[in-house]
Every structure is written in C-alpha cells, then in structure tokens.
C-alpha cells in the first residue's frame, strides 16, 4: 500500500502565508509527476500546481506568482509554499501522485491520493 498524507493546513488572515507538507509512504519504487489540487465548498475540484519528477513546475495564471511547488525525491515528499493568500484560496487541499509500487499483487502503478488539509483564508 501507498499513503500520501498532507500536513500544513490551517488559519490565516488575508495577505498571510502557509506551507503545506504531502509525504508519500509504503513500498514505492518511483514516482513520477505530483500534483497539489483544491476543493472549495460547492465548487468542483482544481488543480492547483503540478511538479514533474524532474522538477519542472506548472500553476495555473490563479495562482502563479504567489504559490511555489517544489518535491524532495529523497523524502518522497512535495511542498507548497502559498504566499500572498485571499479568501478565495479557502479549501481543501488535497495532494496526488502518480506512483510506482510494488505490493503481494506486484508492481503496479496508479494515481494516489492523500485525504486532504484544509486551508482557511480569513479575517
């Protein structure tokens, strides 16, 4: 089995800064492009920064210029770095990645997801 688990989330006023943490974890062998999405209340998820394995980045013009991706390989791990933030950014932030693994069924590879870390932008 594969885990992500994000970390990072909470309270911040309006202009303020987060940085959230997804560790992969399990009996991975690569994993190749990971991504940082959002889901707000009523509105249908987003994807908000994705990182190739090489470490090539890609943020949609909502965000670019206040949030950074960035991975680890060595820690299996990816961050976002959210600068600047406004009360729209208010969401569930979830983390995927596309990952490499091997289990008793073999190896296999499939998009995992972590449960999620909620971010509230707020006076």
């Known amino acids: 089995q594969v885990h992500l688990v994000e970390s990072g989330g909470g309270l911040v006023q309006p202009g303020g800064s987060l940085r959230l943490s997804c560790v992969a974890s399990?009996?991975?062998?690569?994993?190749?492009?990971m991504a940082w999405y959002r889901q707000a209340p009523g509105k249908e998820r987003e994807l908000v920064a994705s990182?190739?394995?090489?470490?090539?980045?890609t943020l949609p013009d909502s965000v670019k210029g206040r949030y950074t991706i960035s991975r680890d390989n060595a820690k299996n791990t990816m961050y976002l770095q959210m600068n600047s933030l406004k009360p729209e950014d208010t969401a569930v932030y979830l983390c995927?990645?596309?990952?490499?693994?091997?289990?008793?069924?073999?190896?296999?590879?499939?998009?995992?997801w972590g449960q999620g870390t909620l971010v509230t932008v707020s006076s």
């Open positions: 399990g009996s991975i062998l690569s994993i190749n492009t």
């Open positions: 990182i190739t394995n090489t470490g090539t980045p």
């Open positions: 995927t990645a596309d990952v490499f693994f091997e289990d008793d069924r073999g190896r296999r590879y499939r998009a995992v």
